[in-house]
Nanobody
Framework: QVQLVESGGGLVQPGGSLRLSCAAS????????VRWYRQAPGKERELVAA????????NYADSVKGRFTISRDNAKNTAYLQMNSLKTEDTAVYYC?????????WGQGTQVTVSS
């Protein structure tokens, strides 16, 4: 059974940092691209960052470029999203998504709240 579990969310002040983790099981993690999405209240889910399965190439939404970094450790079956210089508009539920081999899986989400 494929499972993705996010962790690392929480409450942080503007300008602070958080690191989200996405732990995968039940799949050959290295064969899957990984994406982080977020969804704020009343808004559509948006793609934040992505990392490829083979070369590990990365892409970011313009709103997070220079502040967020996506990475992966295939030996640990885990992907990460390092978030620095957080802003109030980064407040959302963050979801991990793995895509590969004609299938995809989603995590349950982790809440990130940026507030003073």
């Amino acid at each position: 059974q494929v499972q993705l579990v996010e962790s690392g969310g929480g409450l942080v002040q503007p300008g602070g940092s958080l690191r989200l983790s996405c732990a995968a099981s039940g799949l050959t993690f290295s064969n899957y691209a990984v994406r982080w999405y977020r969804q704020a209240p009343g808004k559509e889910r948006e793609l934040v960052a992505a990392i490829g399965s083979v070369l590990g190439s990365t892409n970011y939404a313009d709103s997070v470029k220079g502040r967020f970094t996506i990475s992966r450790d295939n030996a640990k079956n885990t992907a990460y999203l390092q978030m620095n210089s957080l802003k109030t508009e980064d407040t959302a539920v963050y979801y991990c998504n793995a895509v590969g081999n004609g299938a995809q899986a989603w995590g349950q989400g982790t809440q990130v709240t940026v507030s003073s």
